[in-house]
């Protein structure tokens, strides 16, 4: 049964296989494998809701990836949540494309009569790549210092846009950034 919907941005393979190398140690030293076990990819989440209509989103998502050329990243820090779901993350250095690319899909939402939630509004979003979920409050510490060891940053690009659904994750749809040959 679907607990909701995410748009979610992927990056390119190299930077992909920098942040499943954190996932993958933190589930072997069985701090999490949250992530792994719902099936999610490595991505930022631009937009998410418990109720949406996904047919709708389709078009605004595809003109909306057409535009855009893949998104530079630098994943330059590490943190957490102050929050119950004790989420770790890899945050990028903000910079005006990616905070620009997140905003217009939210004006692109709002033309469209679909609401962003408080905390994806441009003035609120905390642009972030979750490497554990559900880390038990003991061991976030260590957790914390496991990711230490990773030789940030890391950089790469974002590269597709997609909708999933979850959990588990389930892909609805994705477009690469850039492809005016879809649009």
């Not at 990616?98 to 692109?108: D, G, M, N, P, T």
């Not at 999933?164 to 649009?183: H, I, Q, T, W």
Request: contains cysteine.
């Amino acid at each position: 049964m679907s607990q909701g919907y995410a748009i979610e941005l992927y990056f390119d393979p190299a930077l992909e296989n920098q942040v499943l190398k954190a996932w993958n140690v933190l589930a072997r030293r069985q701090i999490s494998t949250q992530l792994i076990e719902i099936e999610s990819r490595p991505h930022i989440t631009l937009f998410s809701s418990p109720t949406i209509e996904p047919a709708k989103l389709e078009s605004i998502i595809k003109i909306h990836a057409s535009k855009q050329e893949p998104l530079p990243l630098c994943l330059s820090t590490i943190g957490s949540f102050c929050n119950d779901n004790n989420v770790l993350f890899l945050a990028p250095t903000p910079s005006i494309p990616l905070l620009q690319f997140q905003s217009q899909l939210c004006e692109a939402f709002k033309r469209e009569g679909i609401e962003c939630g408080d905390e994806f509004r441009p003035e609120n979003w905390i642009p972030y790549c979750p490497v554990a979920q559900e880390v038990p409050k003991t061991r976030m510490a260590e957790a914390f210092c496991v990711l230490r060891e990773l030789k940030l940053p890391v950089t790469g690009y974002a590269m597709d846009i997609g909708l999933v659904e979850y959990s588990p994750v389930r892909e609805l749809f994705s477009f690469a950034l850039g492809n005016n040959a879809e649009a």
